[in-house]
């Protein structure tokens, strides 16, 4: 895959019909990347590996996969979460493309119920669901990759943002305070958890970009954690419209830990030697959401 040098960037994107996807599609290219989306099932390598061929990159960001809360088909969720990712990094491998970084998404929750925070890249992993486990697995394929290809897999703490669904929590809050329901039925209010933007999170995956470590991985995180109570009073006073909370005990998981927050210091110290602004406001971030 030969480099001409004056044109843009490109990233090669999986996933970019999706939540982060979409957004990371339109943050890319307001930094002025071009983008190069992936349009096929990952499943299958040999379709795969003929888009890869046809395609002209420089970075790999790998968003596809099935997510927490829709793992209902346990087959579909390792054939897709491990076995496609072994597919996109076999057919990067076998085009022999001098790729300068893979970014490859896991998730916080392989660190199952950690019961101390902050949480940091070095805590134990531990699979609590099949889509955990299914993580865990994903980062061990791409384990064997790294020894000749520079792989990144970051690690995000809860986010959220515009345009996704109501079956996450902080979308469900919103969106009743944006219809003035009267009330609504959640699970545990007393948790504290991360609640960080989207586009926070699509920033530091163009800022690791440039990390120099050929494999590494990173906590995307704040390491600053905020009650379900906070998010519901923060709109409260932005609405000024007030609702019955009322705690199902259906939706109150029983594993749940009371306060579960990252240690971001791997994240800010690559930020910092790129010069990379990561802001992650969460008045900010109900704002958006409150006006979309």
């Known amino acids: 895959m030969s480099v001409h040098p004056s044109r843009r960037q490109r990233i090669l994107l999986t996933g970019a019909t999706g939540f982060t996807g979409q957004h990371l599609r339109r943050i890319a290219a307001d930094k002025g990347y071009d983008v190069v989306s992936l349009r096929c099932d990952i499943c299958c390598f040999n379709s795969v590996l003929q888009q890869v061929q046809d395609a002209d990159f420089d970075y790999v960001v790998h968003l596809a996969g099935v997510s927490a809360s829709q793992c209902s088909d346990e087959q579909k969720l390792f054939q897709i979460n491990v076995k496609g990712t072994e597919n996109v990094l076999r057919a990067v491998t076998a085009c022999k493309a001098r790729v300068r970084k893979i970014l490859l998404a896991?998730?916080?929750?392989?660190?199952?119920?950690?019961?101390?925070?902050?949480?940091?890249?070095?805590?134990?992993?531990?699979?609590?669901?099949?889509?955990?486990?299914?993580?865990?697995?994903?980062?061990?394929?791409?384990?064997?990759?790294?020894?000749?290809?520079?792989?990144?897999?970051?690690r995000a703490f809860n986010y959220t943002g515009v345009g996704q669904s109501e079956q996450f929590l902080v979308p469900k809050i919103v969106n009743h305070?944006?219809?003035?329901?009267?009330?609504?039925?959640?699970?545990?209010?007393?948790?504290?958890?991360?609640?960080?933007?989207?586009?926070?999170?699509?920033?530091?995956?163009?800022?690791l970009l440039h990390e120099s470590?050929?494999?590494?991985?990173?906590?995307?995180?704040?390491?600053?954690?905020?009650?379900?109570?906070?998010?519901?009073?923060?709109?409260?006073?932005?609405?000024?419209?007030?609702?019955?909370?009322?705690?199902?005990?259906?939706?109150?998981?029983?594993?749940?830990?009371?306060?579960?927050?990252?240690?971001?210091?791997?994240?800010?110290?690559?930020?910092?030697?790129?010069?990379?602004?990561?802001?992650?406001?969460?008045?900010?971030?109900?704002?958006?959401?409150?006006?979309?």
Not at 107 to 128: H, N
Not at 131 to 147: G, T
Not at 255 to 261: F, G, K, P, Q, T
Request: aromatic share 6%; glycine share 6%; net charge neutral.
């Open 177 to 207: 305070f944006k219809r003035c329901d009267a009330a609504i039925e959640i699970g545990n209010t007393n948790v504290h958890r991360e609640f960080n933007d989207v586009r926070f999170v699509c920033d530091a995956y163009l800022c």
């Open 213 to 292: 470590n050929t494999h590494d991985v990173v906590n995307v995180c704040c390491g600053r954690p905020h009650g379900i109570n906070d998010v519901i009073g923060t709109l409260v006073g932005l609405t000024g419209h007030k609702m019955d909370v009322r705690v199902r005990q259906d939706l109150v998981r029983s594993n749940d830990i009371s306060v579960l927050y990252g240690d971001p210091a791997r994240l800010n110290s690559v930020a910092e030697q790129s010069g990379a602004k990561l802001s992650n406001s969460i008045m900010d971030l109900l704002c958006w959401m409150l006006r979309d």
């Open 106 to 154: 896991s998730s916080v929750l392989v660190y199952g119920s950690s019961p101390a925070s902050p949480v940091t890249e070095s805590s134990p992993l531990v699979a609590m669901n099949p889509y955990a486990q299914s993580k865990i697995d994903m980062e061990r394929v791409a384990l064997r990759f790294a020894r000749y290809l520079p792989i990144c897999i970051v």
